[in-house]
């Protein structure tokens, strides 16, 4: 599994404020919860950790909330990972040497590298606001009937 379950959470929460009243306006965790069917304890503490990544503003009170801390067009899935802790498995080794480096005595470092190096350029492309504009058509799609969506098969 690529992201852990932290960043998956993280990833459905900043969609979900993404495309909640255009993302302007405070959502509470609860609401965000209930919508993505999250733990609202767990979502919570990942909440917190995006607030101190400055993804996300919170604001208390009875109209308090979260809401995205910039346009969704500017928070990247590299930069969600890096704010809840899920960057720490790329530089690894992936066969659990010591060091990841091309004097190791790995005899995947050389492919691998070039994987590492693809799947960073797509975390650090992929945006809050792809991710929410796909998960509006998949949405419409699946309000009309359409794929495997509107069988419950697939988010």
Same mark, same amino acid.
């Given at each position: ?12 929460? $900043? ?31 990942? $909440? ?6 400055g ?23 590299y ?7 899920s ?7 992936a066969?659990? $040497? ?20 693809? $799947? ?36």
């Amino acid at each position: 599994m690529l992201f852990t379950r932290p960043c998956q959470y993280a990833i459905r929460a $900043l969609a979900h404020l993404a495309t909640h009243r255009r993302g302007s306006l405070y959502c509470q965790a609860q609401e965000i919860a209930q919508a993505e069917a999250i733990p609202g304890p767990f979502l919570a503490g990942v $909440l917190q950790e995006l607030a101190r990544g400055g993804l996300v503003k919170s604001s208390k009170g009875p109209r308090g909330g979260f809401r995205l801390a910039r346009p969704a067009e500017q928070i990247t899935l590299y930069q969600i990972m890096d704010a809840v802790g899920s960057l720490t498995s790329l530089p690894q080794c992936a066969i659990g $040497l010591e060091e990841c480096s091309g004097d190791m005595l790995c005899p995947l470092h050389d492919e691998w590298e070039q994987v590492r190096q693809r $799947l960073v350029r797509y975390l650090q492309g992929v945006t809050v606001a792809d991710m929410a504009a796909a998960l509006a058509r998949k949405k419409a799609r699946a309000s009309r009937g359409e794929g495997r969506e509107a069988k419950g098969t697939a988010r």
